[in-house]
């Protein structure tokens, strides 16, 4: 896998070039994905704000919440939540659909006609991965902190001033910056695996589909993984 | 002139030897240089998962010809075709194309050679996210830096010739498995390449379909001066347009010669191929137990 990404890294610097290229595969992965993590980003900003005034509220300190959900979700949720939900539904499509055209013998016929497979197919797709990662975690932890103040400010009455100022006084750049190295980070390694797997997929429709399952476990336990050092890195 | 966007393949030049392995006659239809072959294949052997596909098999492709590849299934037909285009490798012996080793070239020099060969695949493996029109022009996109009035020019005629101009903006999915070959057959000679390969072209094709095909690959390989590899089972259509068959068996050359002469081969095997006969020696079953036995149950508890 290493001297796959190897070749990706390699290819890159040629595959932005041809930027259209890159930017289908952005839509694809990023802007289709947008409906399921500003979903799932509210909800998860919603529970966050429940969970959070009634904790706060025990200690007489529910001024605290924007703060408590804003760093909860640009730190840890936004990028973790983003990159196992962008494992289910962009990866397991990249894996699926690079598998397919592996099954169909389309990579082959690409080798045919003195085309890379992996500079016309693969680099774009592992860069689109890449780049809507960050801008979809930095969208989800920003609908997540307004479906906290949907519940903190406009349900629970948490004074609206108190939870904004608190917010913006105590996350910091650190904090940003860690929520965007996390999800780049998340970015790389979903989507390394979801195209390494759709690349390297047996031809068969039952290979396409270990790999799919491959793609979102793996990519699941990575992310993990990777959160705890990264987390660790950053303390 | 074509502009190239990456290098401009080379043209290196032929080895001189006879078109056929030794032992073998071939009469020629047409007055050839009998000395050259585009590709020439040496003692290869090739197997896959401890199972020998070929062993020590030996052939001379003729330049300018019609040459189908046949045999009964299994006999690797296809897998010659990937070893010629080296996407697979042998596992000892050499394959010769136009002069050169192709296990000696680079990625970038294999791609250089490729870029002279076109391929039609058995399932036509069209780019799915691409329409019929695209599709065509790929390779031209890919490779050239023309206009986009002679990219349509150029698609549209190769499209005239396989008879799917009206289909350019349908998509892969839209087609029959028999259209779907016809657009890649455009696509396989939309950079006019001079060898052209043939994976099973016939199968899935309504007989109007088939016979524009089969004069379409004799006229291709005339006009265009290309040399044409052909695999098929369909001996009836392929001897109407092939100058030389190779028939394999047992992973190796057992016949070679003009579609008339494998007609009265001396040979059992070919007598049963090119007759269609189920007893031969080529047996038509599978190795397996006793049949009556097996429905009776003496042999398994099943």
């Given at each position: 896998m290493v001297r796959f990404l190897l070749r990706l890294a390699i290819g890159s610097p040629r595959a932005l070039l041809r930027f259209g290229l890159v930017s289908e595969q952005i839509f694809n992965a990023g802007a289709q994905s947008l409906v399921i993590i500003m979903l799932s980003g509210l909800f998860v900003g919603m529970v966050l704000g429940l969970q959070g005034f009634q904790l706060l509220q025990r200690f007489g300190s529910e001024e605290?919440?924007?703060?408590?959900?804003?760093?909860?979700?640009?730190?840890?949720?936004?990028?973790?939540?983003?990159?196992?939900?962008?494992?289910?539904?962009?990866?397991?499509?990249?894996?699926?659909?690079?598998?397919?055209?592996?099954?169909?013998?389309?990579?082959?016929?690409?080798?045919?006609?003195?085309?890379?497979?992996?500079?016309?197919?693969?680099?774009?797709r592992f860069l689109g991965g890449v780049i809507s990662m960050p801008l979809l975690a930095a969208i989800f932890s920003m609908v997540g902190i307004y479906g906290a103040q949907l519940i903190g400010v406009q349900i629970m009455h948490v004074d609206a001033g108190s939870f904004w100022s608190q917010m913006r006084a105590s996350v910091g750049i650190r904090d940003i910056n860690e929520g965007i190295v996390k999800s780049l980070i998340f970015g790389v390694a979903c989507s390394l695996i979801a195209v390494f797997e759709g690349y390297y997929a047996e031809p068969t429709a039952e290979g396409v589909g270990r790999a799919t399952t491959r793609t979102v476990v793996t990519s699941a336990v990575m992310t993990l993984f990777l959160d705890y050092l990264i987390t660790a890195m950053f303390l | 002139m074509v502009r190239w966007k990456t290098r401009p393949p080379e043209l290196p030049k032929s080895n001189e030897s006879s078109p056929c392995p030794a032992g073998r006659t071939l009469t020629p239809k047409k007055t050839l240089n009998q000395n050259s072959n585009i590709v020439e294949i040496r003692a290869l052997n090739y197997s896959v998962s401890g199972r020998s596909i070929f062993k020590d098999l030996s052939m001379n492709i003729p330049r300018g010809r019609v040459t189908a590849v046949m045999g009964p299934s299994g006999t690797g037909k296809t897998t010659l075709l990937r070893l010629i285009t080296r996407q697979v490798r042998p596992d000892s012996g050499s394959v010769h194309v136009d002069g050169t080793d192709i296990e000696t070239l680079s990625r970038l020099d294999m791609y250089a050679l490729r870029r002279r060969m076109g391929m039609l695949f058995q399932n036509g493996a069209l780019l799915t996210d691409l329409t019929v029109f695209e599709n065509v022009a790929f390779p031209l996109r890919e490779h050239t830096e023309l206009p986009e009035r002679l990219i349509r020019h150029l698609v549209l005629t190769k499209l005239q010739a396989v008879g799917l101009r009206g289909a350019i903006d349908l998509m892969p999915a839209e087609l029959s498995g028999g259209?779907?070959?016809?657009?890649?057959?455009?696509?396989?000679?939309?950079?006019?390449?001079?060898?052209?390969?043939?994976?099973?072209?016939?199968?899935?094709?309504?007989?109007?379909?088939?016979?524009?095909?089969?004069?379409?690959i004799?006229?291709?390989?005339?006009?265009?001066?290309?040399?044409?590899?052909?695999?098929?089972?369909?001996?009836?259509?392929?001897?109407?347009?092939?100058?030389?068959?190779?028939?394999?068996?047992?992973?190796?050359?057992?016949?070679?010669?003009?579609p008339q002469q494998l007609q009265s081969y001396p040979s059992e095997i070919v007598r049963q191929f090119m007759g269609g006969l189920a007893d031969g020696p080529v047996p038509f079953h599978y190795p397996a137990p006793e049949y009556f036995g097996e429905l009776l149950g003496r042999d398994g508890e099943t």
């Open positions: 605290a919440l924007g703060t408590a959900t804003a760093i909860g979700l640009v730190k840890e949720l936004g990028p973790v939540v983003t990159a196992l939900l962008f494992a289910g539904r962009a990866g397991t499509a990249l894996a699926s659909e690079i598998g397919l055209m592996r099954a169909t013998d389309q990579l082959s016929a690409m080798e045919m006609m003195a085309v890379d497979p992996i500079q016309r197919v693969v680099v774009p | 259209m779907s070959r016809r657009v890649a057959l455009a696509r396989a000679i939309v950079m006019d390449p001079e060898l052209l390969i043939y994976d099973e072209p016939f199968v899935g094709l309504d007989p109007i379909s088939m016979g524009v095909i089969l004069r379409l004799r006229r291709l390989n005339d006009a265009l001066g290309l040399t044409s590899i052909v695999v098929s089972h369909d001996v009836q259509e392929i001897s109407t347009v092939a100058d030389l068959v190779f028939l394999l068996s047992g992973g190796q050359v057992v016949a070679t010669g003009t």
